[in-house]
């Protein structure tokens, strides 16, 4: 276990974002985010809205121990949409099921796991967040969160949510990566088939 249940959601945090390579306040005073669609970077905005989700989120990170990359952002992801979604955090949503997509390509299996993970515990996305939260205990917070509960075996109810949200992800990956992609290729054919 990378963060001990008798650390401070402030010290697991830290930690977090050394590991991670990120900066000491883990970028949230930053302008702008870099996402990457595969390997082609897309930088967006760092709102508001996007910063109070991704608060939670890194703490997310630091609870169920997923890493920042390619496959653990893909089993948090699936994680987060199960565990009772993101509530107000329209562009998390979004985020979170670009990942999925990705995520049947890059870890399948991480998927299906993060998803049933999930479908048992709960998230801190209804939560408010304040500096206060970063004082409770880790091993507090994953009790709170009914970690324990993870390791249930699913039901036909969590497959048919399982289907059900992988089409959704699938989907949304197509309306948003599909005119990255089919533009360059139309062009192409306009200048050198036509």
Not at 17 to 25: L, P, Q, V
Not at 69 to 88: D, F, K, P
Not at 97 to 116: C, D, E, H, K
Not at 131 to 152: H, I, P, S, T
């Amino acid at each position: 276990m990378i963060y001990a249940p008798k650390m401070t959601l402030k010290e697991a945090r830290a930690e977090y974002f050394r590991r991670s390579g990120f900066a000491e306040d883990g970028g949230y005073t930053e302008p702008w985010i870099k996402v990457k669609v595969w390997r082609i970077p897309i930088w967006l905005p760092n709102t508001a809205g996007r910063v109070a989700a991704v608060k939670l989120h890194d703490l997310h990170h630091v609870l169920t121990e997923y890493p920042t990359t390619w496959r653990g952002e893909a089993e948090i992801s699936a994680w987060e949409v199960s565990s009772g979604g993101l509530q107000r955090f329209w562009a998390g949503w979004w985020l979170d099921l670009m990942n999925v997509a990705q995520g049947l390509v890059v870890n399948p299996r991480g998927i299906y796991r993060g998803f049933m993970r999930g479908r048992n515990t709960a998230n801190l996305f209804a939560t408010e967040y304040n500096d206060k939260l970063l004082d409770g205990l880790v091993g507090e917070y994953r009790n709170r969160l009914k970690f324990e509960n993870a390791a249930l075996s699913p039901s036909v109810a969590d497959h048919l949510a399982f289907g059900f949200w992988v089409t959704v992800s699938a989907l949304i990956y197509m309306v948003s990566v599909g005119p990255l992609v089919l533009t360059p290729l139309l062009i192409a054919y306009w200048i050198f088939v036509r």
